[in-house]
């Protein structure tokens, strides 16, 4: 049997526990934050298995999850979870005897959790450094989760690619850089990271919907040559850049020849359809083995099946690789596909 807590971006628990029903009828699903966090069980495999599932074919909507090793009753006073805490730690200390361990506390906005993340992780270190381990935020081998919710405290210790993430609850953050240009940069390198897919191997972009210039800033800085289409203007400090061209026009009324481009990248806010159509009649610009990574908005009532229209539309003229609703993702998922 295993039991996990899963995450998915806030409003889209639902969509993440309807993928995991169509995987194992026989799981059970509780929520703990509305629209959000969540307890599952599932009896008919183990841990191991469950995530190994799980990350060969990674689920759209679910976005972090940790294996629960122990479910506690919350204790009423904060000794008591201060007790529990050090105790589960000190627990573990053969499994993390001279290994990195990032210690990751989340809790329910209705949770009587006593204690900050910053202060429940200062009171399990101590323990974990008696046991030989090193305490890290990054690069860790263990990851020490611990989730508070309105009744209970559940406890896990798993390895950082079990959790599909490893940041708290999957939620990615970026260090905010001066005369960023748009928030929106945040979701081209969050794909970056989750597709494992380096920019610097590209050479020619094509940025459809590029204003401001959010995406096309990312681009630039890693040393490539990018087209960016969009009739509104671009972000001053684009002006003048000298692998930039900016094309006024609409996407939809331009062609370049074949294979000018390796690499296709498209946030625009318009009805999801409608872009595929634009994306696939611009297939022929790109080379053979070229990437394509488009946001898909989900402006319908049923966002399963949107995705599924979609996926069958775009695999026309691509091989899908990965649809994934990123931590900057807001009602939209991330969509990397290949020529």
Avoid at 74 to 102: C, D, I, N, T, Y
Avoid at 177 to 193: N, P, T, Y
Avoid at 292 to 303: C, D, F, N, W
Wanted: proline share 6%; net charge negative.
């Amino acid at each position: 049997m295993s039991v996990f807590i899963g995450t998915s971006n806030p409003g889209f628990a639902p969509y993440a526990m309807e993928e995991l029903r169509r995987r194992w009828p026989d799981v059970s699903l509780s929520g703990l934050a509305p629209g959000e966090t969540f307890k599952l069980v599932v009896a008919s495999v183990d841990d191991t298995e469950l995530v190994r599932m799980l990350r060969r074919d990674e689920p759209v909507f679910l976005r972090h999850l940790f294996p629960v090793r122990e479910e506690l009753d919350m204790p009423e006073q904060a000794e008591g979870v201060a007790s529990a805490l050090v105790r589960f730690a000190g627990s573990l200390a053969e499994e993390v005897k001279g290994a990195k361990v990032a210690v990751q506390v989340r809790k329910s906005q209705d949770s009587p959790f006593p204690f900050s993340s910053a202060e429940a992780r200062d009171l399990m270190v101590p323990a974990l450094l008696e046991s030989g381990a090193e305490g890290v935020s990054r690069g860790a081998k263990w990851i020490l989760s611990v989730y508070a919710a309105k009744r209970s405290l559940y406890l896990g210790l798993s390895a950082p690619a079990d959790n599909l993430s490893d940041w708290p609850g999957g939620a990615v953050r970026f260090r905010r850089e001066e005369g960023l240009i748009s928030r929106a940069a945040f979701k081209l390198l969050e794909a970056e990271q989750a597709f494992d897919l380096p920019f610097e191997r590209f050479t020619n972009a094509l940025d459809l919907g590029a204003a401001p210039g959010g995406w096309t800033s990312v681009l630039l800085e890693r040393g490539l040559r990018v087209t960016a289409v969009d009739p509104a203007e671009m972000d001053e400090s684009l002006d003048g850049h000298p692998t930039l061209r900016h094309l006024r026009q609409n996407a939809a009324d331009l062609s370049f020849a074949p294979g000018t481009f390796d690499l296709l990248v498209c946030d625009m806010s318009w009805d999801p359809h409608h872009t595929a159509r634009i994306v696939k009649q611009l297939a022929p610009a790109l080379s053979a083995g070229a990437s394509v990574i488009v946001t898909l908005k989900l402006m319908y009532k049923k966002p399963m099946q949107t995705i599924s229209d979609l996926l069958a539309s775009y695999e026309e003229k691509f091989d899908i690789r990965r649809v994934k609703q990123l931590f900057h993702n807001r009602d939209e998922v991330t969509l990397w596909m290949r020529k």
